[in-house]
């Protein structure tokens, strides 16, 4: 097992050094304005992925309370289409709350090896509960356990009263399918913008922005 990890940890490394610089030289050519901003962001989610860079997925996820108070972490882009971003969380936690209140979000992808960051806003809206099952269904039995036994962001005496709900649930479900919580699932960013930032020599990066109207979308080039 040791051996495997580190054979693939060897392979990450060389996927790593040979995507390093991608895109620094060439940048953002002007055909890119041109381009479904959705096609885009796939491209460079793929040439993440391929890049060895752990979980590129990630993304930070910024809210708002109705007043204005800020708030941000990080989730995992589950999915993407032309609808908009997919990430899933408990319905009790902060960041649900807020998106509930406050319909607007923002999400921030930095890949630093290729050096490139994807800025977007827009809309949040809960998915499904068709959408949510489906996903749900395709996670491992221990995540979905976890899924039930945790009240995200609610005080937590210790770490034992957490593993105590964990122990609890998988008896409850001992047998038996782990089905979605009602308070779990999805929620959907659509962009309204979406920035492709990549890095060039001297700081002179390239940056382009994408609008959405009610024709479509429109791009313009902006100062680094």
């Avoid at 793929?46 to 708030?71: F, H, M, R």
Wanted: charged share 30%.
């Amino acid at each position: 097992m040791t051996e495997h990890l580190l054979v693939m940890s060897f392979i990450s490394s060389i996927k790593t050094l040979l995507t390093l610089g991608r895109g620094v030289t060439s940048g953002l050519p002007d055909a890119t304005e041109d381009m479904d901003p959705i096609d885009l962001f796939r491209a460079w989610f793929e040439a993440a992925k391929e890049s060895g860079i752990l979980l590129p997925e990630a993304t930070s996820l910024a809210t708002a309370t109705p007043d204005g108070g800020p708030s941000v972490r990080m989730v995992l882009l589950k999915d993407v289409d032309p609808r908009g971003f997919v990430f899933y969380t408990n319905y009790g936690s902060r960041k649900a709350s807020e998106m509930d209140r406050n319909p607007r979000g923002a999400l921030c992808f930095y890949w630093p090896v290729l050096q490139r960051q994807v800025r977007v806003s827009g809309r949040v809206e809960r998915i499904s509960k068709e959408e949510s099952r489906d996903y749900f269904a395709t996670r491992t039995r221990e995540t979905r356990v976890g899924a039930w036994a945790s009240k995200q962001s609610r005080n937590l005496s210790g770490r034992a009263e957490l593993e105590a709900r964990v122990r609890d649930y998988r008896e409850k479900f001992s047998g038996n399918d782990v089905p979605l919580p009602s308070f779990w699932g999805g929620y959907r960013l659509e962009p309204d913008q979406i920035e492709f930032w990549q890095g060039r020599a001297d700081r002179l990066h390239d940056r382009i922005l994408f609008r959405r109207s009610p024709d479509g979308w429109g791009s313009e080039r902006l100062y680094p």
